[in-house]
């Protein structure tokens, strides 16, 4: 057995009287060799050591051995961990391990956490210069918004300008008809009080020698006629150049008993409105769970933008017994519409109040009622005109396509092609539907609703009417097709008669998309 670190230190220390130990008796120890490269080790590394103690921190008393309090002056790179040259002598815990100096594993952490904070530092500059650049922004984005408050404010100024002028205009005019009748009040004023002067003042005999003069006054008076004082009234409309103005339709519901009796919808004539197509739906006794009380009106856009748009409506119901305007029953909301939906009142107006109220003409059976559409602003208008520029322009490609076909095909009628054949057939271009099927129902409130049933709608809208669409056949015959007539012209494959035909088509097509 080797003799351990006790063993050791009782022959080295006790102070006992012994037998003398000769040096063969020793035992080789392995790990003295070890111990005598770390301590060369340290040796070397004591001048570097002593030189670091003049810059050493007021903490540096912490970097103690907890064990031996001595000054940590040794790095165990096997256990990764600060120790003392105790512990790394006699320690035993650190028998065969790698050392190396604490000072030498200090300056590379140092050196490389001084590379990662300058790393950090780089990415703080890069933030800063991240958030200088958004602030930038900031106040790019709040210079060209003030930019558009100003722009926005120079043109309201300017609209508000010409709004004053037109009210000066027609204030001038009224007060020029005021001014004419008040001059005129005024001499007939004149001419009664002096009449009643002379019927006061003058005696008979005076009276009756005045009377031819007094006479003829009046009837100078009397001769201008009446209606040279009545003047056409000054519309009391100011145009508006930000908000479009509405356009509007009436629909007379006639035979209403019965198709209140029939309970099913009723529809308007569509009312095309800058490239959108609208029409009211009507219940005449009520839809869903207010059926039997209640009148429903609904506002249905058939063809339109196909996203999601808000519009302003106006549904009015006509007071027939006194054409009272005042009196009509006027309903407004705005919505947001997609094709195919409809948005309106469950509860419009209670039905047996209709005849009693004076709404209902029992004479006539009718019920009149007017609807109103517009865009909340001129881009909105002007977003679904281009909208409509875009399909009519995309129909009429689709129609010249086949013509240009068959006029490149007559071109070569006279030179066969190889296979004998000229061109294939070329079915005509479908006009979308403007009918759809009502969405499931939405109520956002007791007034405003969004209209849905789960039938299909009795009434299509037909919006491409008199579009002429043509279609051609192997066998060089041209065949156009009117909706708007069942008659069709044919032609041979002789060059005038399809030159003709080919007019006919390109004047029915100016006709329909001009």
């Not at 790393?119 to 210079?143: A, D, P």
């Not at 145009?239 to 509007?248: A, G, L, M, N, T």
């Not at 407004?332 to 004076?358: M, P």
């Not at 669409?469 to 009117?482: A, F, G, H, R």
Request: aromatic share 8%; glycine share 4%.
């Amino acid at each position: 057995m080797h003799p351990g670190s006790q063993c050791m230190s009782f022959h080295v220390m006790d102070r006992d009287e012994r037998a003398s130990l000769h040096l063969h008796e020793l035992v080789n120890c392995r790990w003295v060799e070890e111990v005598t490269q770390q301590l060369d080790t340290l040796q070397s590394a004591l001048p570097t050591a002593l030189a670091g103690l003049g810059s050493a921190k007021p903490d540096s008393d912490r970097d103690k051995c907890l064990s031996h309090l001595e000054k940590l002056s040794v790095y165990c790179w096997t256990c990764r961990c600060c120790i003392c040259h105790q512990c790394a002598l006699w320690g035993g815990t650190h028998s065969g391990h790698l050392f190396k100096p604490l000072d030498e594993i200090y300056e590379q952490h140092v050196t490389q956490i001084k590379d990662e904070v300058a790393q950090l530092r780089r990415r703080l500059m890069e933030l800063i210069s991240i958030v200088q650049e958004v602030e930038k922004n900031v106040e790019t984005v709040r210079s060209a918004k003030e930019e558009r408050v100003r722009e926005i404010r120079s043109v309201v100024e300017s609209m508000i300008s010409r709004l004053d002028s037109q009210l000066k205009t027609k204030l001038l005019t009224l007060m020029g008809q005021k001014d004419s009748l008040t001059q005129e009040t005024e001499q007939l004023e004149h001419l009664l009080h002096e009449i009643e002067h002379q019927l006061h003042v003058c005696t008979r005999s005076e009276l009756i020698m005045k009377s031819n003069d007094l006479s003829r006054m009046i009837n100078g008076i009397r001769k201008k006629p009446m209606t040279s004082f009545v003047t056409p009234p000054v519309p009391a409309d100011f145009h508006s150049e930000i908000v479009p103005p509405y356009d509007s339709s009436t629909f007379i519901m006639y035979n209403f008993s019965q198709l209140q009796r029939k309970a099913d919808p009723v529809y308007s004539n569509p009312l095309q409105s800058k490239g959108l197509c609208w029409r009211l739906k009507v219940y005449p006794d009520g839809n869903g769970i207010v059926r039997g009380n209640y009148l429903s009106v609904f506002l249905e856009l058939t063809t339109g933008y196909p996203e999601t748009s808000k519009y302003e409506y106006r549904v009015e119901m006509v007071h027939q017994a006194s054409r009272d305007s005042s009196k009509n029953i006027i309903r407004e909301f705005a919505s947001d519409f997609e094709v195919g939906e409809c948005w309106g009142y469950n509860r419009f107006f209670r039905l047996d109040l209709l005849a009693s109220e004076g709404y209902l003409n029992v004479t006539m059976d009718t019920l009149v009622l007017r609807f109103q559409i517009r865009a909340p602003t001129f881009y909105q208008k002007c977003r679904d005109l281009q909208w409509y520029i875009n399909q009519i322009q995309s129909r009429s490609q689709s129609c010249l396509t086949p013509i240009e076909n068959k006029v490149q095909a007559t071109r070569f009628d006279s030179h066969p092609s190889v296979n004998g054949g000229i061109m294939s057939d070329v079915g005509t271009n479908p006009i979308p539907s403007t009918s759809h099927d009502c969405p499931p129902e939405k109520c956002v409130s007791s007034t405003i609703t969004k209209e849905a049933d789960s039938t299909k709608m009795e009434e299509e809208m037909d919006t491409s009417n008199n579009v002429a669409t043509t279609s051609v056949t192997p066998t060089n015959k041209i065949t156009l097709t009117s909706k708007s007539s069942n008659h069709s012209v044919g032609s041979t494959t002789s060059d005038s008669s399809i030159q003709t035909q080919i007019s006919q088509v390109f004047r029915l097509y100016n006709d329909n998309f001009a």
